[in-house]
């Protein structure tokens, strides 16, 4: 039979492990792990949903990192984006040129000379993503 000062320890824990769980689970749960009525007191059992709860937590907090990291991903993959546009762009625009050329009977030397403004484009673009242009 539990001495006095047992009882007393185990109602104490059982009052924190109660104040722990509220809002944690529901009030049907915690009270029939408290129903002293009845007779029924199961503290393994508070205890081991407590650690299930911090498990939770824990796993909880891992995908808000992980949430986190993949946020960044995306930035990274949308800078990219833009930066294919972008040079999509100065291709298409590279297109045209030799396609006009072609149709006037340009030379490549007069098509070359404006070569220089899409490649001025495509540096602006790098220097915009902090790369280093190479020369």
Avoid: C
Avoid at 95 to 106: I, N, S, V
Avoid at 112 to 120: P, Q
Wanted: hydrophobic fraction near 35%; glycine fraction near 6%; aromatic fraction near 4%.
């Amino acid at each position: 039979m539990p001495t006095h000062e047992t009882t007393k320890r185990l109602r104490h824990e059982e009052k924190v492990a109660r104040e722990q769980l509220v809002g944690h689970l529901p009030a049907s749960i915690i009270n029939t792990h408290f129903d002293t009525e009845k007779g029924y007191r199961n503290t393994r059992a508070v205890r081991a949903a407590l650690a299930y709860i911090k498990e939770l937590e824990a796993a909880n907090l891992r995908l808000e990192v992980e949430n986190g990291w993949l946020a960044e991903d995306v930035e990274e993959l949308e800078e990219k984006l833009e930066e294919s546009k972008l040079q999509n762009g100065v291709l298409q625009e590279l297109l045209e040129k030799r396609t006009r050329a072609d149709e006037e009977g340009t030379s490549n030397d007069e098509m070359m000379e404006g070569l220089d403004d899409v490649f001025l484009v495509d540096e602006a673009a790098r220097d915009e993503a902090g790369e280093e242009v190479k020369g």
